[in-house]
């Protein structure tokens, strides 16, 4: 018998590990796939879920059961993904850049051949590229719109911002990435004719 996330998120704030344990194991999937999307990196993904969860558990006994717990530990995943994000901007902005840091790895469920494997290993270390160059609201502005397609009002809730900032925050890290892509795939298109 699977527990709801109300009767859970109630018995984990009386107490009981186990119920906290099966709010992790049914939302964990979910968390991941943003937090990668929003740093771009297993590592770094790995560490805003962890924190993100160990903040949720602190912090469960503040949870309004009016709104839904997914959405609440989502908010929190985005939070911790921009600390990480600006930690790790902070970090990148006091040292040089190495020749070949690791690029995101996406893991393919077909076969493609060897060419299309260099093209798109190509492509997307420029977007990586580009997207490291976001700000953090940026990024997760541009993530949760793009990519978990979530609506601009959803999104000003989950970054604690009004409507008419998560639109100027999504806007920016389109034209940013547009300017940084566009002549990189200009000079694909020449030479790929």
């Keep these: 018998m699977t527990l709801d996330d109300k009767t859970l998120v109630a018995q984990a704030t009386a107490g009981d590990q186990e119920s906290f344990r099966q709010l992790v194991e049914i939302h964990s999937r979910d968390i991941f796939r943003l937090a990668y999307r929003l740093t771009g990196r297993r590592e770094d993904a790995d560490d805003v879920v962890q924190e993100a969860f160990l903040r949720a558990y602190r ?52 076969e493609p051949g060897p060419d299309r494997l260099a093209s798109s290993g190509q492509i997307e270390m420029q977007v990586e590229r580009a997207l490291d160059n976001l700000s953090p609201i940026e990024r997760a502005a541009f993530v949760l719109r ?19 900032a998560t639109k100027h925050a999504v806007f920016r890290a389109v034209r940013k990435l547009r300017q940084e892509l566009g002549p990189w795939m200009e000079t694909r298109d020449v030479t790929a004719t």
Excluded: Y
């Design 146 to 164: 793009h990519f978990e397609q979530l609506p601009i009002t959803d999104i000003g809730h989950r970054l604690g911002s009004r409507t008419s």
């Design 59 to 110: 912090s469960l006994d503040r949870f309004d059961s009016r709104s839904r717990f997914g959405t609440w530990l989502h908010r929190i995943t985005v939070n911790c993904a921009m600390d990480h994000l600006r930690r790790v901007q902070r970090e990148a902005s006091r040292r040089e850049p190495a020749e070949n840091e690791p690029i995101l790895a996406k893991q393919i469920s077909f």
